[in-house]
């Protein structure tokens, strides 16, 4: 099963461009990177989701290398209501093998004015 | 939107009670999964299921039991509560095809004393 690997925290200013990056060197072929952010008291929300290149939504960027062993979230002009945790999880859904998608401790990404 | 409800926010229960947590969606999904999380660990998955009366084993299902009746609700329960029970429970549930993200509830924190 593909680990991943980020930054336990991150510091930034409003307005600024956010970066998060994660490695998951034993990615496999069928697997899909996605990523989620989870405020205080909530569950987890989903964000955005890639397997090669460069997805756009209207929240964020997903950037994914050709070799797949890692990806980064990009946020663009981020605002104090940025500040959460954002998790990155590596694995397929839809089988019986859905139940092995992997939290890991995610970033904690602390926004100030 | 899909809805993914939790009966309780907040539950508190004593050792060796029997402690069962309700979690309902709203999507007809056919994945539905129970998963903790605790300071520092991250989210771990208790068991999932990809079915009615289908359930499967996630990471830690030790000490915990659960009951998929029927489509749109599954439920966590806890035979004997004990105090390294105590956490955030959080749902989830997704469709089944193919890398379609989990939806998550709000939690329930629960307190065993």
């Known amino acids: 099963l593909a680990k991943t690997t980020q930054p336990i925290s991150m510091d930034s200013y409003e307005g600024q461009e956010v970066n998060i990056t994660c490695s998951h060197n034993?990615?496999?072929?069928?697997?899909?990177i996605t990523w989620y952010q989870q405020f205080p008291s909530q569950g987890p929300r989903f964000i955005i989701q890639g397997y090669k290149t460069k997805v756009t939504n209207e929240v964020a960027s997903l950037f994914i290398p050709a070799d797949r062993k890692s990806s980064t979230l990009s946020l663009p002009r981020v605002s104090l209501s940025d500040t959460a945790v954002y998790y990155c999880?590596?694995?397929?859904?839809?089988?019986?093998?859905?139940?092995?998608?992997?939290f890991g401790q995610g970033t904690t990404l602390q926004v100030k004015p | 939107d899909v809805k993914v409800t939790q009966s309780s926010r907040y539950l508190v229960k004593r050792t060796g009670e029997k402690v069962f947590l309700e979690c309902v969606q709203d999507?007809?999904?056919?994945?539905m999964f129970w998963y903790r999380q605790d300071p520092g660990l991250g989210l771990r998955l208790i068991y999932f299921?990809?079915?009615?009366?289908?359930?499967e084993k996630g990471d830690i299902p030790e000490g915990y039991s659960v009951s998929r009746e029927k489509k749109e609700r599954f439920s966590l329960i806890l035979e004997s509560a004990s105090t390294n029970q105590t956490s955030m429970y959080l749902c989830?549930?997704?469709?089944?095809?193919?890398?379609?993200?989990?939806?998550f509830g709000d939690g329930t924190r629960l307190s065993i004393l």
């Open positions: 034993n990615i496999a072929t069928n697997d899909y």
């Open positions: 999880l590596v694995g397929i859904n839809g089988s019986s093998n859905t139940g092995k998608l992997i």
């Open positions: 989830a549930s997704s469709s089944q095809y193919k890398n379609q993200p989990q939806h």
């Open positions: 999507m007809d999904h056919e994945n």
């Open positions: 299921s990809y079915d009615v009366k289908m359930k």
